[in-house]
């Protein structure tokens, strides 16, 4: 006997960084926002109001970029703590109506609502009321998308935005895929649809012409999921409370930064930011990590794995200025700089039952 399809809704936030100061600052309503960096300066845009975007305006665009395009559009500082308070209380929404769920970011989120008998089962109906609910608490407007996958779920969230609410039945999923133009597919970035529209491929139709072990020769693993998606299938599961894999905090410079003391400097106020964010969380991380973008943009990263918890100490000082060498730090100039802490632990597990010994221990 063939199971019943599951329901998945996809809650997406409408521009929600910007949605948030539009909220909080009257002045701001109605005109192009953008949330990002200055536009004389080196920042991207974060996010921009539906207004900016008419202009073409889009995030991860340069703000110098995004200024032109829309001159007139209002620059503002992103404010990440208001950002996460408003999550959370979405967060919050989402746990009242569906047991499992699985953020993305701040802003998104899958509810895997197969089991619930809420509304006579309707996720639909579910999606409906939780976009209310959204809206009462924090003023802030959702879109939903509704279907029995995750990727046909965040498809159907895209359409009729903002304050959208889609349905992609089974009987209509792979229809619907065989419509859809390949640069709108999840998961599929300018670079992949190029080289889709150089194998042919412009729909959803094409995609599924292609066998798969040409897809997988051109595309590795990822050949699989584009020939299930192709047909509509997707069997990822919805994960609830994802254990984070990494923290990482970096900065681009409004003028390029070379001697090696300043970079250190700035590695050193990146760690104890990025230590901070993982004492919030209760975590302790085991892999330090820089990254160095030059000012012809060639990136590098540098990373070690130590036996004991990484923390804000002259022997993680040290491990960063070892880092740095062999870099070319000195003689090449420094436009950005990250550090990211990985191999994450739960704060209160102090030893690791299968940790990576240093080569030092083995003595």
Do not use: W
């Amino acid at each position: 006997m063939q199971s019943a399809p599951r329901k998945i809704i996809h809650i997406d936030m409408d521009a929600f960084y910007a949605a948030v100061e539009q909220r909080d600052h009257p002045q701001y309503r109605n005109k192009p926002l953008i949330v990002g960096g200055k536009p004389d300066s080196r920042g991207v845009v974060a996010t921009c109001s539906y207004e900016a975007r008419q202009f073409g305006v889009r995030s991860a665009m340069p703000s110098a970029h995004a200024y032109r395009l829309c001159p007139q559009a209002i620059f503002v500082k992103p404010r990440f703590d208001v950002y996460r308070e408003a999550s959370e209380i979405i967060r919050g929404i989402f746990a009242r109506y569906c047991e499992c769920f699985e953020p993305l970011s701040l802003d998104e989120a899958y509810l895997d609502v197969s089991d619930s008998e809420l509304y006579q089962g309707s996720a639909t109906l579910l999606a409906k009321q939780i976009k209310r609910e959204i809206l009462r608490q924090t003023q802030l407007i959702a879109s939903a998308g509704i279907s029995y996958n995750k990727f046909l779920a965040k498809i159907a969230s895209d359409q009729g935005k903002p304050d959208g609410l889609y349905l992609i039945t089974p009987e209509q999923g792979p229809l619907f895929v065989e419509k859809l133009a390949i640069g709108k597919f999840h998961g599929i970035g300018r670079a992949t649809e190029q080289k889709m529209h150089d194998l042919g491929v412009v729909t959803g139709k094409d995609l599924k012409q292609i066998p798969l072990a040409e897809l997988q020769r051109h595309f590795g693993k990822a050949g699989q999921y584009y020939y299930d998606i192709a047909r509509g299938i997707d069997h990822r599961q919805i994960t609830s409370n994802r254990a984070r894999k990494s923290v990482g905090i970096e900065t681009t410079f409004d003028h390029d930064i070379a001697d090696l003391p300043t970079v250190l400097g700035y590695l050193q106020d990146l760690l104890q930011k990025a230590l901070l964010r993982l004492a919030e969380k209760k975590m302790t991380a085991y892999t330090l990590t820089v990254k160095i973008k030059y000012q012809n943009f060639v990136q590098i990263t540098r990373g070690r794995t130590l036996t004991e918890p990484i923390g804000d100490s002259p022997t993680t000082r040290l491990l960063l200025a070892d880092l740095l060498k062999n870099t070319g730090i000195g003689a090449a100039k420094v436009r950005l700089l990250g550090v990211t802490l990985s191999s994450l632990e739960s704060g209160d597990n102090r030893l690791r039952q299968f940790r990576q010994l240093d080569l030092f221990d083995l003595r």
